[in-house]
T-cell receptor
Framework: GESVGLHLPTLSVQEGDNSIINCAYS??????FIWYKQESGKGPQFIID?????DKRQGQRVTVLLNKTVKHLSLQIAATQPGDSAVYFCAETMNSGYSTLTFGKGTMLLVSP | DTEVTQTPKHLVMGMTNKKSLKCEQHMGHRAMYWYKQKAKKPPELMFV???????INESVPSRFSPECPNSSLLNLHLHALQPEDSALYLC????????????FGPGTRLTVL
């Protein structure tokens, strides 16, 4: 289930389950979105991105959904594995001018065998 | 190859020390970034270099001094730091300032005593 800790929301799932990590983004003008995975002691690793002219994009075992109407982004991980345990950050930006990448608060995904 | 390397991996320094963090990428990227990340928090942007010129300084204290000697290297010079500066310092790069897929290095874990 999902719980909100002192600083970081946590999603706990069983190995083999599908996971859904949600993100509410802040800027309605944002037109490019990225999901990063950060394992303990490592830097954020690019997983998948999506531009605002799309509402769905699929990768290997991952799918990103974008709902611009409610400013919501989600990351779906199929057949979650223990190696998927990490903190997941969504990030948004405007792909024009000198905009910067704005990160969401992050969600910790814990996968138990 | 989407590798960004950072050295050192760990650094412990006193408040009177001077040290430098180094970042290198060989992807031909022309934008490079420094971020600071505290535990259980998203990365916070510090500096952006575009074509070896500083384009964004997010009101970072002068005890942090960035330098971009060439298009592949980015340094962060540290002097007279405070214990609250202890954090994970992340370097990232992207193809250019308008292409927003940023690739991160593993980070330097800095402890200020």
């Amino acid at each position: 289930g999902e719980s909100v800790g002192l600083h970081l929301p946590t999603l706990s799932v069983q190995e083999g389950d599908n996971s859904i990590i949600n993100c509410a983004y802040s800027n309605s003008a944002s037109d490019y979105f990225i999901w990063y995975k950060q394992e303990s002691g490592k830097g954020p690793q690019f997983i998948i991105d999506i531009r605002s002219n799309m509402d769905k994009r699929q990768g290997q075992r991952v799918t990103v959904l974008l709902n611009k109407t409610v400013k919501h982004l989600s990351l779906q991980i199929a057949a979650t594995q223990p190696g998927d345990s990490a903190v997941y950050f969504c990030a948004e930006t405007m792909n024009s001018g000198y905009s910067t990448l704005t990160f969401g608060k992050g969600t910790m995904l814990l996968v138990s065998p | 190859d989407t590798e960004v390397t950072q050295t050192p991996k760990h650094l412990v320094m006193g408040m009177t020390n001077k040290k430098s963090l180094k970042c290198e990428q060989h992807m031909g990227h022309r934008a490079m970034y420094w971020y600071k990340q505290k535990a259980k928090k998203p990365p916070e942007l510090m500096f952006v270099y575009s074509y070896e010129k500083l384009s964004i300084n997010e009101s970072v204290p002068s005890r942090f001094s960035p330098e971009c000697p060439n298009s592949s290297l980015l340094n962060l010079h540290l002097h007279a730091l405070q214990p609250e500066d202890s954090a994970l310092y992340l370097c990232a790069s992207s193809q250019d300032r308008h292409t927003d897929t940023q690739y991160f290095g593993p980070g330097t874990r800095l402890t200020v005593l």
